[in-house]
């Protein structure tokens, strides 16, 4: 995690390590990251520093990482497990070279997108310790700024390229989007592209609800659909003209 303010690096990365609950790490995992069970141990746990982390975060404008919304979805998942109140994304801009890079290039089938790829094709050149926290941080950060000259989003700051990017999703994640009509829909399962203001989708927005591994603004907005179930028009006005609702969470 590193701070910019005004374009500049405000303070050096800082790296968080901890134990894992788990009695055992996933291979695959540890082969990919490089880190053991036994280089964990001693470690504070998260929870520890769940507040301090989610406090940090809470600072920022913008947060910027790559394919940020796994981070992100893993972050929360944590928090609801740890019993810590989860991070507010309110006004909170997020920039995610992964997703700008999708946007600009939806035509290109089979394009390989993980951070080395983009390394290797917006830098020219290959990405060195991949997976390593700090790596990947200033590789963020470089891919970013070969974006912003590749695809002319100079002079643009970091709300104005947040609503450029993130489609047509109501909450973070892109579980409610609005249809051509502007209606609010479900964006994902059996409901997908149906208007969630029905009666009959109560039990659905009911489990929606209870559910800690959706996003919280997901949530509001299912506790939203579900609460003005017969008055379209309310539930309208109360989600807003925002386009991403974690002004509700």
Known sequence: MVTYENGEKANDIKSYRFCPTVAKMDP???????????????????????VEIRDTL??????????LRFDLKMLQAEYCTAGVEPLALAGVAIIDP??????????????????????QVFLGEPMENAHNAAADIIATAH?????????????LD?????RMYRGNKIDFEGKFVRNPQGEVVFNFGQHKGMAVVDPSFK?????????????PDARRIAELARKFSTDKDTFNATIGDSHRQHVLA
């Open 58 to 67: 809470a600072q920022a404008n913008s947060l910027m990482g790559y394919n």
């Open 28 to 50: 695959q995992a540890e082969a990919t990251h490089g880190i053991s069970m036994e280089q964990l141990r001693g470690e504070p746990t998260f929870e520890s520093k769940a």
């Open 98 to 119: 992964f997703f700008i890079w999708d946007a600009q290039r939806r035509k290109c089938k089979g394009e390989r997108r993980k951070l080395v790829n983009a390394h």
């Open 203 to 215: 039990s659905y927005l009911d489990w929606m609800v209870s559910r800690g591994d959706f996003f």
């Open 143 to 155: 891919v970013y700024n070969a974006m912003v000259e590749d695809f002319h989003l100079a002079g």
């Open 158 to 162: 970091g709300a104005a390229i947040d």
